[in-house]
């Protein structure tokens, strides 16, 4: 091959199409075409966020129709009906008023009338006693004659009582030997009535502890006898009166009979 057909064989026009294929230039990325008119209002999902946090925190107010807004309020306020009170809550209110100024006048009154009068107790005392007979019949029973006066006395300055009801009994050692029923009777204010009370026991059973402390108080010429009574008293206050019950007790200590006479006596009174 000569020199000239080298030449011609690098040369462009013998360069064949099938021998060095041609590189493709480079294309620049094409630009987005624009997006339709009716797509450019929608929001991005950033702004629908947005929205709708602003949507949550205002408060939600229903509509209302405009007719509505524009009447009054006062159109659509239901009146209230009043109902009449029956007769009958009327009449028990004021039967329940005058009650409690009936008891209210009942008290103001009662309190005055016991701070005027000052209403004392009756006292139950004795002044004297005599024990003349004590033996025993048998280890277990007991025979006995004792006599003591019974003295009653109203301290009330302004009250006349009377007692309806009297009973007195007579106990050695908590155990009862002798019971009497005294007549009833009235007192006049500062009145005081002596009664002569004669007990007598016979054949009265005593436990063997009780009789053998008899015989014991016998022998040291000391007996200790226990009085008990209960009144029923009644007051009168003009046209009121009231009972109540009265308790008298008393412990005597005697010497031995047949001239027992009395030593030393203690008594109390109460309701």
């Keep these: 091959m000569t020199s000239s057909e080298s030449l011609s064989f690098f040369s462009p026009e013998y360069t064949s199409p099938k021998m060095f294929p041609q590189t493709p230039s480079p294309q620049l990325p094409s630009t987005p075409a624009p997006a339709p008119s009716h797509k450019r209002g929608r929001p991005s999902p950033m702004s629908q966020i947005i929205m709708s946090k602003q949507a949550l925190n205002q408060p939600l107010t229903p509509e209302i129709p405009f007719e509505i807004k524009n009447k009054p309020v006062a159109q659509y306020v239901v009146p209230r009906q009043r109902r009449r009170t029956n007769p009958a809550v009327w009449c028990a209110a004021i039967l329940c008023m005058m009650f409690s100024l009936l008891l209210i006048l009942f008290g103001i009154g009662t309190l005055v009338i016991f701070l005027s009068i000052k209403p004392r107790n009756p006292v139950f005392d004795t002044s004297n006693a005599s024990l003349s007979v004590i033996y025993l019949d048998s280890p277990k029973y007991m025979n006995g004659d004792f006599t003591f006066i019974a003295n009653f006395t109203n301290p009330n300055k302004k009250l006349d009582v009377r007692f ?108």
Aim: charged share 20%.
């Design 164 to 271: 309806e009801q009297l009973d007195i009994e007579l106990y050695f050692s908590d155990s009862l030997i002798a019971t009497q029923v005294l007549q009833p009777f009235s007192q006049r204010q500062r009145e005081t009535r002596l009664v002569q009370v004669h007990m007598i026991s016979s054949l009265v059973y005593l436990p063997p502890i009780s009789a053998f402390k008899l015989q014991k108080q016998v022998l040291s010429n000391r007996v200790v006898y226990n009085i008990r009574g209960t009144f029923k008293v009644r007051v009168n206050i003009g046209l009121i009166h009231y009972s109540y019950w009265l308790h008298g007790r008393c412990q005597l200590e005697m010497t031995s009979p047949p001239t027992g006479a009395l030593i030393t006596h203690s008594c109390r009174t109460k309701r």
